[in-house]
């Protein structure tokens, strides 16, 4: 794969002293992805608890550690972001970099995703974590970063029950923007990529709103909207933007909701809406004076689901 839109210049003091001399891991694994294993520690000196993403630098037999050096870069360009992850400290061995990460105890989105049982977000839920999440991701791209792997595996929550705030993880697959125009390999789990990667066109911060239109519609109706029986199926839905916005899979959702989700599961990159946009799109701010013509339905079918009794009409589309 080519190296193209990788940072790898850093600021933070990679430590060669044992990692066990300042921290001790308490059993329990966190997660893990393809190449990481992530454990819960914590830091003697404070009794702070930590995440420790473990790293291999050799993988497949090819050296990593300019990726896992990109990754820890993205980190510290984030760092003054509230739901981009923290990086607290970075440890190398022979054979590993360990990444010290702010704990975030609640685990993936994922897990609330996939319950068709109770566990599931309310859209009142959905509403606060997505601003959290474009708030973070409109971050990393007015600092010309596209992540490039959002999906529910890779955002997290402080804490389950109560349900907290998100953490945006995983910057192994992020690039800065400067001039990527590379052809990407198809990486992980199909479901969120965006047509353009799938047609080798070029990336931008816009193929991490497709991955937020599937990753809204994940949490709002527990289905995965290009999910097929294979790959193919998968990747066919994908470049047909295929998606089901009927009534029942959409039921007790707001209008509003499957309007915003339109926003961005267009095929063309440059149609898609911007996180910055998305923030002021009306489903997020039910309360804004401009579209208070909008927020009287929205407020019935959020607040006082009795008295949904909802015209005929077409809901109108809201100015951009
Ligand atoms: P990979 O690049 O291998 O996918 P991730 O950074 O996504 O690695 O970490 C793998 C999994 O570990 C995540 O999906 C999550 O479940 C867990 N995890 C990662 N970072 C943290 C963290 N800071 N706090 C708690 N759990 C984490
Ligand atoms: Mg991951």
Known sequence: MSRHGMV???HTRIR???FKSSYDLVGKELGRGKFAVVKMCIEKATGKQYAAKFLRKRRKGTDCRMDILNEIAVLESAKANPYVVALHEVYETNTEIILVLECAAGGEIFDQCVDENNDAFTEKDVIRLAKQILNGVAFLHRNNVVHLDLKPQNILLTSAR???????VDFGLSRRMDNITEVREILGTPEYVAPEILDYDPISTATDMWSIGVLIYVMLTSESPFQ?????MTFLNISQVNVD???DTFEGISPLAVDFIKSLLLKNPRKRATAEECLKHPW???HSHSHSHLVNRSASSLDEPEETSQSESEPESPAP
């Open 162 to 168: 109560p349900l907290g705030d998100i953490r945006i």
């Open 245 to 247: 916005y009927s009534q």
């Open 228 to 232: 097929g029986d294979n790959k193919q």
């Open 284 to 286: 997020l701010n039910p």
């Open 8 to 10: 790898t210049k850093i």
């Open 16 to 18: 060669t002293e044992p």
